[in-house]
């Protein structure tokens, strides 16, 4: 995943644009990055890798030396950037957010047509921003160029692109991101969390629509390509990756979280002594659910922030695992002798809650009743880098599916998606026991999509559904 921020102001807007990225750091672990233009000293960057330090210690150096009235900033997962580009267009900075699913074809277009290079990164696999950035120099202005690497990318991207002119804003053909447009009397911002920008005293001005590509200068933010009518919000946004205090086409994070847990408790019929969440993003679930059922909140499992705050990840799945049970501190007058309800946002893989679940046990728990916010998953994400598994037999549905039909794709998978199916409770059953969860139930798909509280049409719930 990812986050960005842009700033366009009157006076030097390093402040800002320092602060409105750091605000995104919880949607990022590997890089980040800052570009800004002055018409003194021109574009001016500076790339870091934050994996074992949060973002303001690794940038707190460049901000007494960097200085602009415009200014782009990124936390990325993988790719380094912003990069800047010297074309045809003039000299550009750019970042982007997204998933290109079909990189060697575009890069194969590339090459036959031109002599395009392109720098490796570790792995061996290109930069998707270098990529895009390409793509879009292939047309003769920025604006067709960037309808064109919209249209031509499998995948999304949402991009922002710093010139000496102002910051083109480019919200994804179907929206499956977000921008978010805000102002005060010095200028505007640009940022993909709508929260980011609120302790900088700027104001919500308004959200870009699918495929909408704006120009965002001191003055004002100018449309210059309309949105379309078709809307695929990442629907996950509201479950996991927002922070809190956002919101998305109008609607908070926070209080959907609420009501996905309600409605979690309105279909059960469990009675423990205690509903938890996993720290922190199935906490406002829980809070939801008790509530809603009258049903104790408790914090059996407290999060260690002072050492391990959501950054730093191995790639190494064994060592993954071990780090998120580090970080949860357990408080055993909690859990001794006690029934708990615990929600987490959703389960991937489920190494991690199966454990976190024996830790409970070893604790003292008498039973741990397990309510992911989210149905199943199924696919692997086509659109965001949520997850890069490398395999379907990486999701524990998948896994379960090929225990029980010899392949994790059976010709009627879409049953496995339908909770009224036998094959639906029965793979949630057949997860449920592997994990050693006293009980097990899903979110329903139809009550979280009600739960957000827009059009069905509008949310994308591939992940789950395998609808586009």
Not at 36 to 52: L, W
Request: glycine share 8%; with cysteine; aromatic share 10%.
């Amino acid at each position: 995943m990812g986050g960005f921020f842009g700033v366009a102001s009157k006076d030097d807007c390093i402040f800002d644009l320092f602060f409105g990225t750091d605000y995104h750091s919880h949607l990022g672990t590997r890089r980040a990055g800052m570009a800004v233009y002055s018409s003194e000293k021109g574009f001016d960057r500076a790339i870091h890798n934050i994996e074992n330090s949060p973002f303001r210690t690794k940038f707190d150096k460049d901000i007494t030396v960097m200085e602009g009235h415009l200014g782009i900033g990124s936390i990325s997962d993988y790719e380094p950037q912003p990069l800047i580009v010297r074309s045809h267009h003039g000299t550009y900075a750019i970042v982007t957010v997204g998933k290109i699913n079909n990189s060697e074809e575009i890069v194969k277009k590339l090459f036959s047509s031109g002599h395009s290079h392109f720098l490796e990164m570790s792995g061996g696999d290109i930069n998707a921003t270098e990529l895009t950035a390409a793509v879009i120099n292939q047309k003769d202005n920025l604006i067709e160029g960037i309808q064109y690497a919209q249209e031509v990318i499998d995948g999304s991207i949402t991009m922002l692109l710093l010139t000496p002119k102002g910051i083109y804003a480019a919200r994804d053909k179907r929206g499956r991101t977000p921008i978010s447009l805000a102002k005060k009397p010095e200028g505007y911002c640009v940022s993909f969390e709508s929260f980011a920008y609120l302790n900088l005293g700027y104001v919500r001005d308004r959200e870009l629509g699918p495929g909408e590509i704006a120009i965002i200068t001191p003055e004002g933010a100018k449309t210059l390509v309309a949105p379309g009518r078709d809307m695929k919000i990442c629907t996950f946004l509201w479950v996991y990756y927002g922070y809190p205090s956002s919101s998305y086409e109008g609607v908070g994070v926070e209080e959907m979280r609420y009501r996905c847990g309600a409605m979690l408790a309105k279909r059960d019929n469990v009675r423990p002594d205690t509903v938890a969440g996993v720290p922190d993003s199935g906490i406002a679930h829980a809070i939801g659910y008790a509530n809603e059922s009258g049903i104790p909140f408790s914090r059996p499992l407290i999060k260690y922030t002072p050492t391990w705050p959501r950054s730093f990840m191995p790639t190494i799945q064994s060592q993954r695992n071990l780090i998120a049970k580090m970080k949860l501190i357990p408080i055993q007058g909690l859990i001794q002798d006690r029934s708990l309800l615990l929600i987490d946002d959703s389960i991937v893989r489920g190494t991690q809650l199966r454990e976190t679940t024996e830790f409970l046990y070893q604790c003292g728990a008498k039973e741990v009743h397990v309510r992911p916010a989210c149905p199943p998953l199924l696919y692997s994400c086509k659109y965001l880098n949520f997850s890069r598994s490398s395999s379907l037999l990486d999701l524990v549905a998948r896994r379960a599916i090929k225990e029980l039909e010899g392949t994790p794709q059976p010709e009627n998978l879409d049953r496995y998606a339908n909770p009224e199916t036998i094959e639906y409770q029965t793979m949630v059953s057949t997860i449920g026991k592997k994990s050693n969860f006293t009980s097990l139930h899903y979110h329903r798909l139809d009550d979280l999509t009600a739960s957000v509280g827009i059009d069905r049409c509008k949310l994308c719930t591939y992940c789950w559904d395998g609808k586009e």
